[in-house]
């Protein structure tokens, strides 16, 4: 199954409550800073059963293997994987000029890191030249109508028309940005308390 949402909350009339019972999953923007435990908490809280956060980020991630690389991976994976069984998927950019060979020994790091953490399901969005690579080592590709799972951001139309397609069976997230009606059209971080509806700032 296909689960529909927009890219943040932020803005939305009513706040995340309101967005908890229109939309059945959420995109959040990680890509300056990871989310803040409490907020994490808070919105998983909130949330019903069934519905998923994804995140977006993060800008820190160098994709070069490294100490420090580690630690940022680490931190991120294990905040991620805080909203347990609300959990969607997490969506990479990958910078480019990035070389296969560079992101190959970077994949070895985060194949590492996971068994440290925990499985998290990953979606890259990546330069042409990098697809063969990620797709061998089983990862799902941004905006890409095939994978082990589907992550969607803003698709074409022509997408959109494939989706019916797609057997319900498959599982996957499609993220809109969202109108002047829904949401502030800036992407914020996840950094701030649930304000005092039970919804937090983020975007």
């Known amino acids: 199954m296909i689960l529909e949402g927009l890219r943040g909350y932020r803005g939305y009339p009513g706040g995340f409550k309101a967005y908890a019972k229109a939309f059945p999953t959420v995109e959040l923007s990680w890509w300056h800073r ?4 409490k907020t994490i ?3 998983r809280a909130l949330a019903p059963e069934g519905f998923r956060f994804s995140v977006y980020g993060h800008k820190h991630l160098t994709f070069r293997p490294s100490g420090e690389e580690r630690r940022t991976l680490r931190r991120f ?4 994987r805080l909203f347990g069984d609300k959990r969607g998927a997490v969506r990479l950019l990958v910078p480019a000029g990035v070389e296969p060979a560079q992101l190959a020994r970077w994949l070895d790091l985060l ?4 068994k440290e953490v925990g499985p ?9 030249a990098l697809h063969p690579l990620l797709r061998m080592r089983g990862y799902a590709l941004v905006n890409r109508l095939e994978g082990p799972f589907l992550y969607l951001v803003d698709p074409e139309a022509s997408q959109r028309a494939r989706l019916g397609e797609i057997s319900q069976e498959g599982q996957g997230y499609l993220y809109v940005s969202p109108a002047p ?11 701030a308390e649930v304000d005092q509806d039970g919804s937090a700032p983020e975007g």
Not at 111 to 114: A, C, D, L, N, R
Request: aromatic content about 6%.
């Open 41 to 43: 908490s808070r919105l």
């Open 34 to 37: 990871v989310g803040d435990r």
């Open 111 to 114: 194949e590492e890191v996971q």
């Open 120 to 128: 998290v399901p990953l979606a890259f969005q990546a330069e042409e």
């Open 181 to 191: 009606s829904q949401a502030a059209p800036s992407v914020l971080h996840l950094g």
């Open 77 to 80: 994976l294990r905040r991620f």
